[in-house]
């Protein structure tokens, strides 16, 4: 059965760093891109990070970009999404999620499909 466990949330300072995993089990990263999805108090649910299984791209929101970096290690079967500079806006309930790309005028985004985890919550507040 294909399973998603997220992991590393907490709280941190505003300019601290912060390290989610999110541990895949019932599937390969070379099967399934996946992608981190986050929802803040109040809003909608945004696409944050994807990183593809087929040649290991890697897609980040606007917001996020030169901050934030997504990897994976397949031996491991976990996708990482490693957090810097962070601000109160960035904190949430942070999601791992399979992926479909789509494209909007010709640029692909991260696009959550048919499987979640249950979420790790970060706060980033002095």
């Known amino acids: 059965q294909l399973q998603l466990v997220e992991s590393g949330g907490g709280l941190v300072q505003p300019g601290g760093s912060l390290r989610l995993s999110c541990a895949a089990s019932?599937?390969?990263?070379?099967?399934?891109?996946i992608g981190w999805f986050r929802q803040a108090p109040g809003k909608e649910r945004e696409g944050v990070s994807c990183?593809?299984?087929?040649?290991?791209?890697?897609y980040y929101v606007d917001s996020v970009k030169g901050r934030f970096t997504i990897s994976r290690d397949k031996a491991k079967n976990t996708v990482y999404l490693q957090m810097n500079r962070l601000t109160p806006e960035d904190t949430a309930v942070y999601y791992c999620a399979t992926v479909a790309l789509l494209y909007r005028d010709d640029v692909p985004a991260c696009y959550g499909t048919n499987y979640w985890g249950k979420g790790t919550l970060v706060t980033v507040s002095s």
């Open positions: 019932g599937l390969t990263l070379d099967m399934y891109t």
């Open positions: 990183i593809s299984a087929s040649d290991g791209s890697t």
